[in-house]
């Protein structure tokens, strides 16, 4: 009789252990498919800003190798309200990689996040959270990217309560991370009326004054936001470790117009600008503020419509500048006079440009202005020309095999990635290494 009520009390627990289990198998399918949430990761490459990562909360923790790049599909739609009809365009991105993270999307063993690694490129637009509006505004801005992460294949949790995980979707954004801008900070200051934002980079100190590095924005990063010059191309290089260490550390300063540099008193690139003396304000007031800059070596430069700024900088501003690195720069050689030389060749100048450039054109800017130079006598002023603005990365190509080309006016990505060299001296100079050679008391 013993034996028989053993055995019935042993089927009960094994019964009740079942349930348990499955039940738990269950919750563990079934608890999981709440909407959740993601963040996106944004990168800034050569051709601007992309979405390169998502990273999805699940919520639970899963093991190190769950999931696949096939385990979610990712699905993005970007509009821009600034324009009549918002919507722009919407598809699904290619997960190129997928990995169990911490929340800062950091690999790990264990964890309640996955990373998503999507291709990028610069003939994709899916990836890109801005939109240069050229019809209405002529500015870049940032915009609607409303993504949605779906899990298309079951994750199996080999660890605790075993069962899968299905049917979650991400749909909800948790906030975005964007690499390198993060790290500079913005302000804006006003002078008669004249009110300029910026944002700046400043190093670690040390027991040594450190220089800064004046950036000046193209024509499609003015406004108000301030991280829009440093995300629109590839502005936020500056503060790489890689640069930086030319300099031993520089304070890098991105002043922002509200419109364009090249707005001038009497029309567009009139040898003048509305923000000219606001400009100069503004850079003296952030040397004042920052005791830490070396005021021998306080460096400008711009692309575009920032070159313009900086050809008129250097020019009513001669002796202030230890050296000055306009790129495509925009203005006309028709509208700098004898004197204007004169006060050009008293700061070391390297101009960068791309000989297919049809926006400003090197044979109405840049080339006349440097052989003008050269006679009057400079005595530091270099000149690269390229054939063209192609990717030196190995990653992106034509349909052919050659290297994908940009447009001829971007010359600027070869500086910021310190690809500019020439012999100076009968030594090839990077123009990093030059620019950081440069200062006042040499």
Aim: net charge negative.
């Amino acid at each position: 009789m013993l034996k028989k009520h053993v055995k019935i009390g042993l089927l009960l627990i094994v019964t009740m252990i079942m349930s348990l289990s499955f039940s738990a198998g269950v919750f563990a399918k079934e608890g999981n498919t709440k909407p959740t949430s993601y963040r996106t990761v944004t990168e800034i490459h050569d051709w601007g800003a992309a979405d390169s990562k998502v990273i999805v909360e699940i919520g639970t923790p899963l093991p190190k190798d769950s999931v696949t790049k096939d385990t979610f599909k990712v699905h993005v739609a970007r509009s821009d309200d600034r324009l009549a009809n918002p919507f722009l365009e919407e598809g699904y991105r290619t997960v190129t990689e997928a990995y169990v993270s911490d929340k800062d999307g950091k690999p790990a063993v264990r964890g309640k996040y996955v990373v998503l690694e999507m291709e990028i490129g610069p003939n994709s637009s899916l990836d890109s959270p801005l939109n240069y509006d050229w019809a209405t505004t002529g500015l870049n801005a940032w915009i609607h990217t409303e993504y949605t992460i779906t899990q298309v294949e079951d994750i199996t949790i080999h660890s605790g309560n075993s069962g899968t995980i299905s049917g979650l979707v991400a749909d909800t954004f948790a906030g975005g991370i964007r690499e390198l801008v993060n790290d500079f900070s913005s302000g804006s200051k006003t002078y008669n009326d004249v009110t300029l934002t910026y944002a700046d980079y400043v190093p670690a100190k040390d027991k040594v004054k450190n220089p800064l590095i004046i950036w000046l924005h193209g024509g499609g990063e003015g406004g108000t936001d301030t991280s829009i010059p440093l995300s629109a191309n590839k502005a936020v290089n500056f503060a790489t470790e890689e640069i930086q260490s030319y300099f031993d550390g520089a304070y890098v300063l991105v002043p922002q117009a509200p419109t364009r540099w090249m707005d001038g008193f009497t029309g567009g690139a009139d040898g003048t600008s509305i923000y000219q003396e606001a400009l100069m304000a503004l850079i003296q007031d952030y040397v004042a503020n920052n005791p830490d800059i070396d005021p021998n070596r306080i460096y400008i430069g711009g692309a575009s419509n920032g070159g313009y700024m900086t050809m008129l900088m250097i020019r009513d501003y001669p002796g202030y500048f230890a050296a000055a690195f306009p790129v495509c720069e925009g203005l006309r050689t028709t509208l700098i006079t004898d004197e204007d030389i004169e006060n050009l060749t008293k700061t070391p100048i390297w101009f960068v440009t791309s000989a297919n450039d049809t926006t400003l054109r090197p044979e109405l800017h840049t080339l006349p202005t440097y052989n003008r130079l050269l006679e009057a006598g400079a005595k530091n002023v270099q000149l690269s020309l390229f054939d063209g603005v192609y990717d030196t990365t190995g990653l992106y190509n034509k349909a052919d095999g050659t290297p994908f080309e940009y447009n001829g006016h971007w010359s600027w990505i070869y500086v910021y990635n310190n690809e500019v060299a020439e012999t100076i001296n009968g030594k090839t100079t990077t123009i990093m290494e030059w620019i950081s050679a440069q200062s006042l008391n040499k």
